[in-house]
């Protein structure tokens, strides 16, 4: 009788040869890549083949139950989910309870599960959360910890370089932020992993790069969605978007124009038109060949950098700042040296990539508790952190991803009462950041 095995992010079935399958001469088995599993049973039953499967080792566990009283579109998604098999993608804003959604999948499931998140944060945040949530020790593999328990959360990074060992223990996997896994690297994962059970969790299911056309393959289709503006007023703050424009000083505007002529006149030597990400990234690719590309690419750079940090934007701060004074703030920026020129102009905390994790908890902590009403970062809070609720948003800087719009516009909307958000972008007029505006806009 035919014994499916795992190994090494795989299934091998002896002499049988079943879907996706090629011949290892060295394991002198057929063998194929470990997402195939529940197509390779099925296929296996349907042809009337008896077999043993020896594929899933879980940890023994106990009855995962919760207390958690779920929200009308929770178990709309929940449904939706388990009636795609326990697999697929569940779309909902920032701040509507993607981890509730989560931890109600893990108590249908009742088995090992294993989270995989994008980043330290995120792990110490689902950790504690699946801890109060199951009264359970949860096990945790990232940041120099591994430690395997029925309840386990991973990095993506780490998920990829244990799946030998990790990817026949957890029967459910719940991808968090699930546009990651479509990058190259991380769909590794989700092919290396058995598990018969999948969610995808995310805000914003679309890649500017349009690889999220993989995820239905990986962790199947997208089974609910809710967008920003189906919530606003019901389950999340309603919201406003403003836009205030200002202008570049006259010896900023001369440098952008110079900057920018650059590049426009290399883009008509050249017949070249940008009207995609791809052609930017065309452009990248012939500036490590082209020294003529790489001035170009360099003076747009250049061009970019004055309009997003121009010091009209301090001045429009400060007036917006002083209009407010008091309001839960929160300051987004792109680049880390504005972040470090606001704090010190305005004495306000400031968190980037280079904040320790002790920092970064301490200034939350305070802003949540009040003593602070304000916090500038960059994009370090754009995704999985959670951010103490605020109420007014001010984009001084940022790329025309839609994802980062959304993501920020989110850190807004916890509903408290009759609460209204307001995010307001600020623009500099005339330059290439009034459209970067308009493009990520289309995202709400």
Not at 324 to 344: A, C, D, P, W
Request: contains cysteine; proline residues 5%; charged residues 25%.
């Amino acid at each position: 009788m035919l014994t499916l095995h795992y190994g090494k992010g795989t299934i091998l079935s002896g002499n049988i040869r079943v879907p996706h399958s090629s011949w290892d001469p060295a394991a002198k088995s057929y063998r194929c890549l470990a997402i195939h599993y529940p197509e390779i049973t099925r296929y296996l039953r349907e042809s009337g083949i008896r077999f043993q499967d020896s594929v899933m080792d879980p940890l023994p566990h106990p009855d995962f139950r919760t207390e958690i009283i779920p929200k009308s579109y929770q178990l709309e998604a929940l449904d939706a989910w388990l009636e795609a098999g326990m697999r697929g993608v569940v779309v909902l804003p920032t701040g509507s309870g993607k981890t509730v959604l989560g931890l109600l999948a893990i108590q249908e499931a009742n088995c090992p599960s294993m989270v995989v998140v994008p980043t330290i944060d995120l792990m110490d945040q689902w950790r504690t959360r699946l801890s109060e949530a199951f009264r359970s020790e949860v096990g945790a593999y990232g940041g120099g910890e591994a430690d395997l328990r029925p309840l386990t959360v991973a990095t993506y990074d780490t998920a990829y370089l244990r799946a030998e060992e990790l990817g026949n223990r957890f029967p459910l996997i719940i991808f968090d932020e699930v546009h990651h896994l479509a990058s190259p690297g991380y769909s590794q994962i989700a092919e290396l992993y058995a598990s018969p059970y999948r969610m995808g969790l995310t805000a914003t299911y679309e890649r500017e790069d349009g690889l999220h056309s993989r995820l239905p393959d990986l962790v199947g289709p997208k089974v609910y969605e809710k967008r920003v503006s189906d919530m606003a007023g019901i389950h999340l703050a309603n919201f406003r978007i403003e836009r205030i424009h200002v202008d570049l000083p006259c010896d900023e505007a001369e440098e952008y124009a110079r900057a920018m002529g650059v590049y426009r006149g290399f883009l008509r030597s050249r017949g070249l038109k940008m009207r995609s990400p791809e052609g930017f990234r065309r452009l990248v690719m012939m500036s490590g060949r082209d020294p003529e590309a790489r001035e170009a690419m360099l003076s747009r750079m250049k061009a970019m950098e004055i309009a997003l940090n121009s010091n009209s934007k301090i001045n429009a701060l400060r007036e917006i700042l002083e209009k407010n004074r008091g309001e839960r703030t929160l300051i987004f920026t792109h680049h880390n040296s504005l972040v470090y020129e606001i704090s010190k102009a305005f004495l306000i905390p400031a968190i980037t990539h280079e904040t320790p994790k002790e920092e970064r908890a301490r200034i939350l902590r305070k802003f949540r508790e009040g003593a602070y009403s304000t916090i500038v970062t960059s994009r370090v809070l754009d995704e999985g952190i959670d951010v103490p609720e605020a109420s007014l948003g001010i984009i001084l800087s940022g790329t025309g991803s839609k994802r980062e719009f959304v993501q920020r516009l989110g850190r807004l909307l916890r509903k408290s009462g009759d609460k209204e958000a307001r995010l307001i972008e600020v623009v500099s007029r005339l330059t290439d950041e009034s459209r970067i505006s308009s493009r990520r806009r289309r995202g709400v």
